[in-house]
């Protein structure tokens, strides 16, 4: 099946990506998933494993245009879709597209309303600019990595999440998406510099906001809400599992004692962190009592702010998921679904993945390439050897 139009709140938006790994190709799928036209320029072989694409969720929505980029046709053919292009975005290192002869400069000659969406781990100057790295590396340089860890344990990856999506993936969107207003209004496109280490330690913005005020300390497992907190911690259940007590406000932890009859003296003192050691014993031997299954009959749905802790192959299965639909459920086949919800133009279904070069001709085309120009482009080589078409 080929590409195929959906509707959205992007609809009419039309967004080259240039192919890489992680953040950029979520950044993409983000603006798929919401409607816009995501054309991912990609390379005649992929970095790293390929994934069939029922599974490669990253580049769910999008079109796949292979290009040979050391063909200066296929450099031209970049150049003319950015002639009717809203954005692009790529994630490669600084100079990268400048030496490939797609940098901003020259793709806003020919549009210049086009926003150049750029995301690095380092961001596009200073010190380690050139450097490399990874979401850890990013991370650990804004404070966020150092405050993730059991107390008195060492500091914790958190997956990918804080970096390449959150502090990365996450605000390219944002950024590339506040550019194109300011594009309609004023007509001159911009260059977004999406750093992973910015976006970071802006998600940290709460914590430095404590700190400020001396509520929040550089010691892991030591505040409030970096498990140091007892009623804000997870708990191994009399089964082996687990589940997350997030009872912060008063309110709700006087709900969390009296549903699960903690009327011990040990809980009588929320605000006293002198007591917190005490009070996290005796929770962790009350939790490990009962299974989780108990807790959740128990606890789930009151004020107690409870959650079971569940694994991924549960996840899209428990019952609020699947009311939602917060998980697309096809088989064997599961992918979250689309985020956020619009109510007057909701997107479809996450659509496949492309094949890798399903679109050459058809997106050249649809973009307003003259056949002409397509033809000169394949004999030229621009398609690199491996051509796949539709």
């Given amino acids: 099946m080929g590409w195929e139009r959906i509707m959205g709140p992007l609809d009419g938006l039309k967004i080259i990506e240039m192919g890489g790994l992680g953040p950029a190709p979520f950044c993409g799928m983000l603006l798929a998933d919401q409607g816009a036209e995501v054309l991912c320029i990609e390379r005649a072989r992929r970095n790293g494993p390929a994934l ?21 046709a296929a450099v031209e053919a970049v150049l003319r879709l950015c002639e009717s292009a809203d954005a692009l975005i790529e994630g ?4 990268v597209m400048e030496r490939l002869g797609l940098g901003p400069e020259a793709c806003r000659a020919r549009n210049p309303r086009l926003v150049y969406g750029r995301m690095t781990g380092w961001g596009q100057d200073g010190p380690l600019a050139h450097a490399a790295g990874h979401d850890l590396n990013y991370i650990a340089l804004t404070g966020a990595l150092h405050a993730i860890g059991p107390a008195g344990g060492k500091p914790v990856p958190p997956l ?37 280490v910015d976006g970071a330690a802006l998600l940290m ?9 001396g509520q929040w300390q550089d010691r892991r497992g030591g505040n409030l809400l970096d498990g140091g907190a007892p009623f804000y911690d997870t708990y191994e259940t009399a089964d082996g599992k687990y589940v997350a007590i997030g009872s912060l406000e008063p309110q709700f932890y006087a709900e969390l004692v009296r549903l699960a009859g903690l009327d011990d003296a040990v809980f009588a003192r929320q605000d006293d962190p002198a007591g917190w050691p005490a009070m996290r014993d005796r929770l962790a031997a ?22 079971p802790v569940l694994a991924m192959a549960e996840a899209p299965y428990h019952r609020h998921n699947a009311a939602r639909g917060t998980f697309a459920v096809d088989g064997a086949a599961i992918q979250p679904g689309p985020a956020p919800r619009f109510s007057r133009t909701p997107p ?9 070069g399903a679109d050459n001709a058809g997106a050249l085309a649809a973009w307003g390439v003259p056949p002409e120009e397509i033809a000169a482009l394949r004999q030229a080589g621009g398609f690199g050897p491996q051509e796949t078409l539709s």
């Fill in 52 to 72: 069939p694409p029922e599974v490669d969720y990253l580049n769910r929505g999008k079109r796949s245009l292979v290009l040979d980029l050391k063909q200066p």
């Fill in 92 to 95: 490669f290192r600084p100079g």
């Fill in 160 to 196: 990918n999440l804080v970096g390449d999506f959150g502090g990365g993936a996450m605000f390219l969107a944002f950024g590339v998406l506040a550019a194109l207003l300011d594009a309609r209004r004023s007509g001159l496109g911009q260059v977004v510099d999406a750093a992973m």
């Fill in 205 to 213: 913005a709460m914590q430095w906001s404590w700190r400020a005020a």
């Fill in 286 to 307: 009350i939790i490990a009592t009962r299974s989780r299954d108990d807790w959740c009959a128990m606890l789930e749905g009151s004020d107690a702010c409870f959650a």
């Fill in 348 to 356: 479809g279904p996450p659509r496949p993945a492309p094949v890798h």
